[in-house]
């Protein structure tokens, strides 16, 4: 009787030290698949954050280098001076001024193609100075008149532009159109000063800030080409 307990006391130990067995070679088999796991994660952040430093660094040599050439340009358009002293302090100037600002310039790349938005600027130059010639013509008009029938008036709207860059080229444009002037810029509300109620119709309609938000693809004012411009884009990105 005795050797017989003593025969199951002896099988149940082995039993249950082969089922501890067991359940610690799972637990330890899962340790080693979270262990791997965990490993190939980080693995793939450190990766991950290696390509988008490495994206981030692209881009801002790109804008540095962008923002360095469009200021040169101007540098050597408005000082009409093409000694090598004068060039190369334009360049030091530029490189500065670039250095410091360039992410004002490209500040909003939603889609990811600054060849879009330059194309888009270059278009709307023209437009520009069709309005430029044309509120000319409007204001000397005006000025012309014997009883100058001007009514100067303050008025004031709330942009939709999301961006700072956005924001300053239409108050830039405002100011160049003779008859308006941009006084003030607060929390997205335009303050601006026009000649005759005209200008001030022409203004409140918004094309003007349409075009403007057209250049730099701002959310609020989606375009036909916007979604054909993206498209291509994210086509690009894909292959």
Known sequence: MEVTLLLEATE???????DARRHAMGLLDTAV????????????KKYEAIFSGAQRKKARFQNFIGTLMILFAFWILLSGRFDLFHLTLGAICCALVALLFHDLLFANVRVGDMRVV???????????????VT??????ALA????????????CYRTKLE????????????????????MDIQDGVYYVHALSRRVADDLNAGEMEDRVAHIFMEADHLYVQDVLDAARIYKALRM
């Open 12 to 18: 149940n130990a082995f039993r249950i030290m082969e």
């Open 118 to 132: 330059a194309a888009r600027f270059i278009g709307y130059i023209p437009w520009l100075i069709r309005q430029i």
């Open 33 to 44: 698949q979270f262990t791997a796991e965990e490993t190939h994660y980080a693995d793939r």
């Open 163 to 182: 961006t700072d860059i956005s924001c300053v080229t239409l108050a830039n444009s405002i100011t160049l159109t003779p008859g308006t002037i941009t």
């Open 135 to 140: 509120a000319n013509l409007h204001v000397a």
């Open 144 to 155: 012309l008149r014997p009883k100058m029938p001007i009514s100067p008036q303050v008025i």
